[in-house]
T-cell receptor
Framework: EDKVVQSPLSLVVHEGDTVTLNCSYE??????LLWYKQEKKAPTFLFML????IEKKSGRLSSILDKKELFSILNITATQTGDSAVYLC???????????FGKGTHLIIQP | GAVVSQHPSRVICKSGTSVKIECRSL??????MFWYRQFPKQSLMLMAT?????????EQGVEKDKFLINHASLTLSTLTVTSAHPEDSSFYIC??????????FGSGTRLTVV
């Protein structure tokens, strides 16, 4: 059975701090690992990672994938209260395979 | 980028009635679409894979007679919750896989059965 495990499940930090969210996976077919941010509605796409060792960056967010050790991290630097959300990690096998989601990390940024 | 449109965004229905949710890929063709369900404070769980022109594939524990999926064209998949009950109240989200942009999600449908 495919499995995606995220840690921590919840995290409370102060504005300006840097956070690292973790995602490990065990799946039968791997094509990509995706990170999403979910506030009150549908998830918002952040990153899609397919290759090991290549960091993807978008502003204060960055992510990297290690396909040998089967994990990914999502970093957020200089956190802001607007970063408060649930961050979801998902792994997809491509084609006819849907995504397997982790339980998410509930991140709270305190002013 | 790839856009998936989902309607309605919110629906309240009476117990025993049926509700149809539509998912459209706006600027690409999707031979496969996915339906997820998310209960409060839980993650998304894949319910079924919708295949254009053929039967949907359901995940274990999902009743195919209760959650009817139709994928009649390359841009439209529908999920019908039949004889809805309060325990079916949830957030339903569709997704399509567009190779350039990966998996794109619709905006979700919050179903409340009263």
């Amino acid at each position: 059975e495919d499995k995606v495990v995220q840690s921590p499940l919840s995290l409370v930090v102060h504005e300006g701090d840097t956070v690292t969210l973790n995602c490990s996976y065990e799946v039968t077919n791997f094509r990509s690992l995706l990170w999403y941010k979910q506030e009150k509605k549908a998830p918002t796409f952040l990153f899609m990672l397919t290759s090991s060792g290549i960091e993807k960056k978008s502003g204060r967010l960055s992510s990297i994938l290690d396909k040998k050790e089967l994990f990914s991290i999502l970093n957020i630097t200089a956190t802001q209260t607007g970063d408060s959300a649930v961050y979801l990690c998902a792994v997809g096998g491509g084609g006819a395979d849907g995504l397997t989601f982790g339980k998410g990390t509930h991140l709270i940024i305190q002013p | 980028g790839a856009v998936v449109s989902q309607h309605p965004s919110r629906v309240i229905c009476k117990s025993g009635t049926s509700v149809k949710i539509e998912c459209r890929s706006l600027d690409f063709q999707a031979t496969t679409m996915f339906w997820y369900r998310q209960f409060p404070k839980q993650s998304l769980m894949l319910m079924a894979t919708s295949n254009e022109g053929s039967k949907a594939t359901y995940e274990q524990g999902v009743e195919k007679d209760k959650f009817l999926i139709n994928h009649a064209s390359l841009t439209l998949s529908t999920l019908t919750v039949t004889s809805a009950h309060p325990e079916d109240s949830s957030f339903y989200i569709c997704s399509a896989d567009e190779h350039s942009y990966g998996y794109t999600f619709g905006s979700g449908t919050r179903l409340t059965v009263v």
